[in-house]
């Protein structure tokens, strides 16, 4: 297209970039990159979200932008640097799946997104309508981080993603929800990242190790005895 | 002005008890709270009954025949739950379960999760829903690692992120209504995502989109109902949480997560003008009946079995609200109603039942008639009620049902009978040596008070003999609504 505006190019850009950094977080085992990478994800909404205010000067648009930025960019990245640091916990285990695996399972997952975006976007009247796959692509692909990883930190990056691409996905589609409800996600966001936060503590206190498959017990059939008091901490897994 | 009452209370409920929460009288004044809450939800459902539907504050909140019942059902359970939990937990921190400064966290908690559920049932903003509806999650996930447990902590993981996930779907479904009433209602003036607005012009909305939002709806707050097969958070945070937070969990979260289906679905199938959602609805609601009876064999704990038969009667609500019609309407809502009295009313026997044996494993729990009449009658009777047997109110909804059934969906009439058969047979079996089973154990010196869960069984057993005509002219109010004219 010879006459797509700069800016639009711009946009475009960011959202390749966004798809280009869920593949990123697919193949990353060190949770402190992984953290990084969201919080560049969180950079890269910002920027999209600021360019979409200017084009379309949408000024709720501005508003959402800047708590992008304070929220996604700034406070949830450093609660989870903290939260890496008080625990401990940098390198993640080998995936359920080995990375090419992965990839490979991202490139359907990617193909069914833009499948499933299709008729959305055909109705879209807005400008970034393009985005709207890549959107679903973000969501699913986070999807797939949290299936496939063992350690709880790197599920929650998965989750924290799967809703950047949510939000993308309704900035894409609609030029973002109404004020309230954005201002209600971003809080809830807020709050989980806090819960989890005293979460975290507590599995430590419990198991000695972020690892999540202390957490397979309670199968259909469990017979584990509810009477005998909390064994603590099986065995000191290294993390 | 009720209405305002009726938010507020809980939340500053939720702020005083998150400071003075850890002190003796902490627990009276949960109950002081929940009453307050439930006198403000009963002067709100005259005011509805009297003078019809309300809005406030800038049509945000929207309160009609169809949300009034819950909101009353919500604040009654909330109110006899709390008044459960003052001897429940003074009991579980003698036995050294929660240290007194954690009945803090329970306190606060407890009341913010009644705030968020009447939220999500008063407002008319389906982005509110969704916020509220995952406030109600975070809310509970502490609680139900309340113990510090292995497994609790398991419990609340695996709600977490089942319940995270599955409403990170459903957010995903708002977004995609919104973007379809976007086109008719305009993005000004923020009216899009209001019910009252949607509803109007629902036979505008595009249809593809509408579809492809509801299953995304359909799937998130799905998950929040326990329907199969994304189930599995269901029975660990209700067997490991304590048992107040099961009961809240059980009675009322469900029902305000069926609520958010139902909402949808009338948005949906007015757009669709097709048979899609109910289908899925039956689909997915028989699918739970029968999975969760069948898995109803496989338990030992008392409260995962109960909180299987929760699944399977979400299962048969869903079922009811996909056949859709006047009677079938009614019939789940007077479900939902007796459903919701019943399981609270038996997680509260259970709880003493678990509290005196020590122990949630059946076979460690013997005997309870002979330990304490009341437990044991209780117990019997809450489990009889909840099976389905004559004179109690689940009685009359499932009859209902299946009779509805037998006329409009007679294919699913016998996996239904059969599926509430095998169910039968799982838990009386179980109950009754629980009940009935010889004991070495002493009785007990003080009989346990038990007055809310009779008071629950009570209206249960009104409900089944007679539904006094206010009460059925609001569900057939509410049923008419659901079921678009």
Known sequence: MTGTPLDLQLLNLCAALLLLLSFAMLAQRRVVTLVSLLAIQGVLLFVATLLLAWRTGERHLYLSAALTLALKVLLLPWLLHRLIRRLQVYWDTEPLLNISGTMLVGLL???????????????????????????????????????????????????????????????????????????????????AVLVLGVFFFQIREQFDSLDLHHLESLKESSTSSKTTPPVSAQSGQEH | ??????????????????????????????VGVSLITFIAACALTTQVVNSGPLLAAHEQFFVDSFNVFLVTLTAFVGLTTSIFSRPYMRVEMTHGRVAPTRLRLYHSMYQLFMATMLVALTTNNMGLLWVSMEAATLSTV???????????????????????????QALFGTILLYFAAEKVLGAAGGTALLWTHLNAVKGHLEPTVLGLAFVFLFVGYGTKVGLA??????????????????AVLSGLLLNVAIYAVVRCKVLVEGSLHSQLPSQILMCFGLLSVVLAAFLLWRQRDIKRLFAYSSIEHMGIITFA??????????????????????????????????QKAGSQLMEDIRGLITLSPTIGWGLMMGSLAILGMPPFGVFASEFLILTTAMREQPWATPVLLAALGVAFAAIFGRVQPMVFGETTAKRLPHPPALLPVFAHLAIVLMLGLYVPPYLADWYRAAARLIGGE
Not at chain 1, 118 to 142: E, H
Not at chain 2, 5 to 18: D, E, F, I
């Open chain 2, 321 to 354: 609200f996909g056949m859709g019609g006047p009677v079938a309407n009614f019939a789940a809502l007077l479900h939902m109603t007796v459903h919701s009295l019943t399981k609270s009313a038996i997680f509260f026997t259970v709880g003493h039942a678990a």
């Open chain 2, 142 to 168: 502490l609680l139900v690692t309340l113990y510090r447990t292995p497994a609790s902590l398991e419990a609340g993981w695996k709600y977490f992120i089942l319940c995270g996930v599955g409403i990170a």
């Open chain 1, 109 to 191: 997952v990617v193909i069914f997104a833009f499948g499933l975006a299709q008729p959305i976007a055909a109705l879209a009247s807005t400008a970034t309508r393009s985005a709207i796959g890549i959107a679903v692509a973000v969501i699913l692909l986070s999807f797939v981080t949290m299936i496939t990883r063992r350690k709880a930190m790197s599920q929650v990056v998965g989750f924290l993603s799967m809703e950047n691409g949510l939000f993308f996905g309704a900035m894409s589609a609609t030029y973002g929800m109404p004020m309230i409800v954005e201002f209600g996600v971003a809080l809830d966001v807020l709050v």
């Open chain 2, 229 to 246: 097969p994304l189930h599995n958070w269901l029975p660990d945070a209700h067997a490991e949480g304590p048992t107040p937070i099961s």
């Open chain 2, 1 to 30: 002005m009720t209405f305002l009452l009726l938010l507020s209370t809980p939340v500053c409920g939720a702020l005083l008890l998150g400071v003075f929460g850890a002190r003796r009288w902490a627990a009276h004044l949960n």
